[in-house]
């Protein structure tokens, strides 16, 4: 069952469907959006039916019986009771089922998937094969895009392309390269750091061709979030070091380019348009944004205006509805969207399983003994980190590779902080809790 689930989820976030690529190559995956992602009849996906069955099936193995962190199992459970209530209630309010069944269904489909990885997953030994169908993914995904950039867009045969793959990789190779440096750190064997060497690079370029300034954002406070978390080491204190000797170095390259344009500065040029400076894009978010607020404003701030509802668009100048029917139900900010759909109550009643899974995983990076466990804290934190900041800067609740990855996250913290020793299991009859580690 572990297998079939880390084969599932390499599918979900390798599949060539909806990629810009495929609109001109030959993909090997595009047959996975058919088979796994169009709806049934019954509009539910093949994908999300075949986790529910794979969670009814190992939740009847004693092997799956073990106990779970119920702080985290009652976060999610509020989160999953929040979507319904302010789904019924959107409606109720005049709201679009149909709408808000999008807004909804990946929202519900990560805890569904949440449940099944934990039924299926104990160790950190588990997570780590999930780790590698992601790592998987990414490097396919990589090299389909790479591929694509030098026979199509180099060549010029294709006219513009403002991205190689989808926006949404962003996710998936960020998360790939902290996985990488995580493991070399918590485990610096030469085939780690050789993994880290070749395949951290080749992400890296894949990220500088895919042209998706958010990337950056979430690489430099993914990887930065990760190095705090590190247990102090000979490497930990070798790479501070190495940064302090190299500040002056980046501290030039900022002064220089950070007005200039070119392929070298590139990364620092989409820094700047997401913080100071403003092109069309930035203008189309803020204009987005204040509509969002003004939602919020008119529906009011405690309940917010219910799922199946559309944000109020103070101007049309950016609009896609035309062509995108759900572009006013779908903003790209899905945190303040949240705010404005469900108001105070409803954002905190989904929101609060995210520093919930964070406190657990931190817990695990630092206080578990093994260096693989260790390892599998630090990755969960950096998955928050990543998944949230997509989440505010680009449709992340509706993106189907964020919602997958954060899934993992959410059944490794249900599951990993007892088996790590780092929170314990809770009484049974006749039984005490496994010991907590030193320091817990």
């Known amino acids: 069952m572990r297998r079939l689930v880390a084969l599932l989820l390499f599918l979900a976030l390798a599949h060539d469907g909806g990629t810009f690529y495929s609109q001109y190559t030959f993909t090997p995956l595009g047959w996975v959006q058919t088979v796994l992602f169009d709806p049934l009849p019954i509009k539910v996906r093949p994908f999300d039916l075949i986790m529910l069955l794979?969670?009814?099936?190992?939740?009847?193995?004693?092997?799956?019986?073990?106990?779970?962190?119920?702080?985290?199992?009652s976060t999610m459970l509020v989160a999953a009771v929040t979507v319904v209530v302010w789904f019924i209630y959107g409606i109720a309010r005049g709201g679009s089922?149909?709408?808000?069944?999008?807004?909804?269904?990946?929202?519900?489909?990560?805890?569904?998937?949440?449940?099944?990885?934990?039924?299926?997953?104990?160790?950190?030994?588990?997570?780590?094969?999930?780790?590698?169908?992601?790592?998987a993914a990414g490097l396919y995904r990589a090299t389909m895009g790479l591929?694509?950039?030098?026979?199509?867009?180099?060549?010029?045969?294709?006219?513009?392309?403002?991205?190689?793959?989808?926006?949404?990789?962003?996710?998936?190779?960020?998360?790939?390269i902290v996985m990488l440096g995580a493991n070399a750190l918590e485990n610096p064997v030469r085939k780690a750091r050789l993994w880290l060497a070749i395949a951290a690079p080749y992400?890296?370029?894949?990220?500088?061709?895919?042209?998706?300034?958010?990337?950056?954002?979430?690489?430099?406070?993914?990887?930065v979030t990760s190095f705090v978390l590190l247990k102090p080491s000979k490497i930990k204190r070798r790479i501070t070091r190495t940064f302090l000797v190299l500040a002056p170095v980046v501290g030039l390259y900022v002064a220089v380019g950070w007005d200039r344009g070119g392929a070298f500065f590139a990364p620092l040029r989409a820094l700047a348009t997401v913080t100071t400076d403003e092109d069309a894009s930035t203008k189309a978010r803020n204009a987005e944004n204040l509509g969002l607020i003004a939602t919020a404003n008119a529906s009011g701030w405690l309940f917010g205006t219910g799922w199946g509802h559309g944000y109020i668009e103070l101007t049309k100048k950016y609009s896609i509805a035309k062509v995108f029917e759900l572009w006013p139900y779908v903003p790209h900010n899905s945190v303040l969207g949240l705010f404005a759909y469900t108001g105070y109550f409803g954002f905190c009643g989904y929101w609060l399983m995210f520093p919930t899974a964070v406190f657990l995983?931190?817990?695990?990076a630092r206080l578990a003994t093994r260096p693989l466990e260790r390892a599998?804290?630090?990755?969960?934190?950096?998955?928050?980190?990543?998944?949230?900041?997509q989440m505010y800067g680009?449709?992340?609740?509706?993106?189907?590779?964020?919602m997958y990855v954060m899934a993992t996250c959410m059944g490794a913290a249900l599951r990993l902080p007892i088996q790590a020793g780092v929170w314990p299991a809770g009484r049974q009859?006749?039984?005490?809790p496994p010991p907590v580690a030193s320091g817990a």
């Open 376 to 389: 599998a804290g630090v990755v969960g934190v950096a998955q928050v980190v990543i998944c949230a900041n």
């Open 97 to 135: 089922a149909w709408a808000a069944s999008w807004q909804t269904y990946l929202m519900l489909s990560m805890m569904m998937t949440a449940l099944a990885v934990a039924a299926t997953c104990r160790t950190a030994e588990h997570y780590a094969a999930l780790g590698k169908a992601i790592l």
């Open 394 to 402: 680009d449709m992340g609740i509706f993106s189907p590779a964020t």
């Open 54 to 73: 794979v969670f009814a099936y190992a939740s009847t193995r004693p092997v799956s019986k073990g106990p779970r962190v119920r702080p985290m199992a």
């Open 147 to 176: 591929i694509f950039y030098a026979f199509w867009v180099r060549p010029h045969r294709v006219e513009q392309a403002e991205y190689l793959t989808t926006h949404y990789d962003t996710v998936v190779w960020t998360l790939c």
């Open 361 to 364: 995983h931190a817990r695990t």
């Open 429 to 432: 009859a006749g039984a005490s």
């Open 203 to 223: 992400i890296v370029l894949a990220i500088q061709l895919n042209n998706r300034r958010l990337a950056w954002v979430s690489l430099i406070a993914a990887l």
